[in-house]
């Protein structure tokens, strides 16, 4: 069974920037779209990046000019950069490729 397992998440300062890591057990990300959610407190899941295998990608509008996913299929793993984050960027960030998720990896920011 295909596994998703995100990393790169932590504590970060306002401005500051992550990288994270969304890898799967086996080669599959090179067919279909891969895309990164979040889930704030209180809050529902939103589409933050997706990137399909044709890579094309589309962006939240509140992250546009500040992430960027990006696809590495040697490597089984899409990524997302992150820029200039902010404190409403804290959440817990989870991959998806078609019904597979992961578990997602917390990021905070904060001073």
């Known amino acids: 069974q295909v596994q998703l397992v995100e990393s790169g998440g932590g504590l970060v300062q306002p401005g500051g920037s992550l990288r994270l890591s969304c890898a799967a057990s086996?080669?599959?990300?090179?067919?279909?779209?891969v895309g990164w959610y979040r889930q704030a407190p209180g809050k529902e899941r939103e589409l933050v990046a997706r990137?399909?295998?044709?890579?094309?990608?589309n962006y939240a509008d509140t992250v546009k000019g500040r992430f960027t996913i990006s696809r590495d299929n040697a490597k089984n793993t899409v990524y997302l950069q992150m820029n200039n984050l902010k404190p409403e960027d804290t959440a817990v960030y989870s991959c998806?490729?078609?019904?597979?998720w992961g578990k997602g990896t917390l990021v905070t920011v904060s001073s």
């Open positions: 086996r080669s599959i990300f090179s067919v279909g779209a």
């Open positions: 990137i399909t295998s044709f890579g094309y990608t």
């Open positions: 998806n490729w078609d019904v597979l």
